[in-house]
């Protein structure tokens, strides 16, 4: 009820053109027109970077229930309307009082100064994070794996303590006649290698704090990437019953790591060769603890999910959902033009914009026999927090979720001779991009740099972990082979984005913009859709994927 006058007001002005004529034969027919109209609007100053719980957020709100309903879908929440509420805890550390390494006996300490030596943050909605005197235990890469033959702990308690961890997988750095290579996907990073994991592993296992090494390689991202958010952190509003053990959680800088071991005779370097071994043993830092008395400021942010839908004419119940993220960084210090929102052009308006054209074409054919979801996600950039709240409280069972295709940052250097592959060997899925990207007279290439974990830090994510299949398309994967340039031009795009303008004021809309690419991929994904949504087709997970047993468990409902 909140939004119907503002979108009314929008129904005239925001109202897409009609389908072109080959939409209704099966398309599509992708507008890049369309996609530089939507992304210009959500990455204007009027929409603040569209932060969630902001004012930002409320008109971005409106607009996309507006743009919806202009095309015709309906509203597709539990309660037959058009948001899903998703509460957000909102923390931020204030100045430390204390925050150092104490020696046994006090006499000697290593202070630790927030952003330089160490990064932390809370998802406790309490005054003050207070850690005494805990002791540190190093478990290696952290990894719980019976089904890989691989545990970290070892039965190690870690109640009241503080779990220092690795980053990535066991065999990230491990040469080719270690056992360990391979074991875990070699370069290729598994959710064992995710920050995220370590995080709540630690919490499973009753730890208060928990850090991990940075190492860029590891990780795929410098030291100022880490410390960016300076001290703040979102969250799941969850009962007192289920939230984490952790007061603290986040990352010790490389240098500051090394000083820590080697003050107590450990040699860094050496452990992690050791935790490569599926013999390693968790290493207790004898005399040492950590201590830490710092401030939290902290609220709940009331922000929200979009559903729209098709509705399917014989199975109705049977849903293929698309997915993107509204929401941005909202707003920062100034850039060198002045530029103060994070308003993501590209991250990910042009994502959204792909959805309303992917939608407007179903429109404009035959109605599907399966239903089409359209989810418009909140706070995928405070860690797919909106998706987690709906695979949590899904709207339509997951067991009946036909697939999810993700769309999450796409290239803008114009028509490509292949498409990027995020995520191989997973599902089935893969093969139907394949097909479909020959159809275009396109091969699929696999992402470049599958060490990063692509596949685990997109909105699908979230679905995958309930065994959902799913389906990622995302343009800084890998070097698009362009028509004009090559992989040359395609890298010189991946490097420019995502050293400059990733998360940053600049991902804004530029007249060199050249969409043609974006349609490619948007197309490809319009037609995996258009083909599960008439027929009875059920995408599977490969033989070797973690998702895989989750799905199998679910299998009679699909009977």
């Given at each position: 009820?909140?939004?119907?006058p503002?979108?009314a ?6 109202a897409?053109p009609a ?5 209704a034969q099966?398309?599509?027919e992708?507008?890049a027109t ?5 992304v ?8 603040q970077g569209?932060?969630p719980g902001t ?8 607009y996309l ?6 095309l015709?879908?309906e ?9 899903q ?13 204390r925050?150092?390494?104490?020696r046994?006996g006090?006499?000697n300490?290593q ?5 330089a030596?160490?990064?932390l943050?809370t998802l406790?909605p309490?005054d003050?994070a207070?850690?005494?005197?805990a002791?540190?235990?190093?478990v ?5 794996a019976?089904?890989r033959?691989?545990?970290?702990f070892?039965?190690?308690d870690l109640k009241?303590?503080?779990?220092v ?5 066991p065999?990230?750095a ?6 360990v290579a ?6 290729t990073m ?14 499973r296992?009753?730890a ?7 190492d860029?390689a590891g990780v ?6 880490v410390r960016?958010p ?8 969850v009962?007192?019953e289920?939230r984490?053990?952790l007061q ?11 000083k ?11 452990l ?6 599926a013999?390693f043993?968790?290493?207790?830092l004898?005399g040492v ?6 401030p939290?400021q902290h609220e709940?942010?009331q922000?929200?999910?979009i559903?729209?839908?098709i509705t ?5 119940d049977?849903v293929?959902l698309?997915?993107?993220h ?9 850039d060198?033009?002045?530029?103060i929102y994070r308003?993501?052009a ?6 959204v914009?792909?959805l309303f054209e992917i939608a ?10 399966r239903?089409?979801?359209f989810a418009?996600?909140?706070a ?7 998706s987690?709240?709906?695979a949590q409280n899904?709207?339509y ?5 036909v697939a999810?295709?993700g769309?999450?940052?796409l ?5 490509a001779k292949?498409v990027i592959l995020?995520?191989k ?9 394949a ?11 696999v992402?470049s740099?599958?060490e990063?974990?692509l596949?685990?830090r ?10 959902v299949?799913v389906l990622?398309?995302m343009?800084?994967a890998?070097a698009?082979d362009l028509?004009?340039g090559?992989?040359t031009a395609g890298?010189?795009?991946v490097d ?5 303008c990733y998360?940053?004021a600049?991902?804004?809309w ?7 690419g974006?349609?490619q ?8 859709g258009n ?8 995408p ?5 994927s973690?998702?895989?047993a989750i799905?199998?468990k679910?299998?009679a409902?699909r009977?």
């Open positions: 009820m909140l939004f119907r503002l979108a007001l929008l129904l005239a002005a925001l897409a389908a072109a004529p080959a939409a099966g398309g599509p992708i507008s369309n996609l530089t109209d939507t210009r609007a959500l990455a204007s100053d009027r929409f569209r932060a004012v930002g957020e409320e008109r971005t709100i409106g229930i507006g743009r919806l309903q202009a015709g879908l509203p597709g929440g539990a309660d037959g309307g058009w948001t509420p998703v509460p957000l805890l909102h923390t931020r550390l204030g100045s430390a009082t925050l150092q390494f104490a046994a006090h006499h300490v202070p630790l100064v927030q952003g030596d160490i990064y943050s406790q309490v003050v207070a850690v005494a005197a002791p540190l235990v190093f290696g890469y952290g990894v719980s019976p089904e033959g691989w545990d970290d070892k039965g190690q009241g303590k503080v779990a961890f690795l980053i990535n997988d065999d990230f491990a040469t080719e006649d270690e056992p391979g074991k875990f996907g070699g370069r598994t959710y064992y290698g995710r920050w995220t994991y370590k995080f709540e592993e630690a919490s296992r009753g208060i704090a928990a850090l991990i090494v940075h860029e795929g991202y410098g030291w100022n990437v960016a300076a001290g703040e952190n979102y969250g799941l509003v009962p007192p289920k984490t053990s603290l959680q986040g990352w010790i800088a490389h240098d500051a790591a090394d820590l071991f080697a003050d107590i005779g450990l040699d860094l370097a050496q992690r060769v050791a935790a490569r071994r013999d043993r968790p290493v207790e004898r603890t950590l201590e830490a008395e710092i939290i709940v942010v922000s929200r999910n559903l729209a839908k399917g004419t014989t199975r109705a049977e293929i698309y997915g993107a509204w929401d941005a960084y909202g707003e920062g210090k100034p060198a033009e002045g530029r308003a993501g590209n991250d990910d308006a042009l994502g914009a792909g407007r074409n179903f429109k404009a054919a035959p109605a599907p026999d239903s089409l979801v418009f996600w909140t995928e950039e405070r860690g797919l927090l909106g987690e709240a709906y899904p709207v069972p997951v067991e009946k979720t999810n295709l769309l999450d940052i290239q803008t250097a114009g028509r292949d995020v995520g060997g997973q599902g089935s899925l893969e093969d139907d991009l097909r479909h990207a020959a159809a275009q007279g396109r091969a699929v290439s992402e740099l599958p990063r974990g596949f685990y997109a909105d699908h994510f979230s679905m995958a972990r309930r065994g299949p990622l398309m343009g800084i890998g698009s028509v004009v090559g992989k890298q010189k795009w420019d984005y995502t050293g400059r998360h940053q600049c991902d804004a530029g007249s060199d913009w050249n969409l043609d974006a349609v991929d948007i197309s490809i994904f319009y037609h995996i083909e599960l949504a008439r027929s009875e087709k059920w599977a997970w490969k033989d070797g973690e998702f895989k799905r199998d679910s299998a409902a009977r």
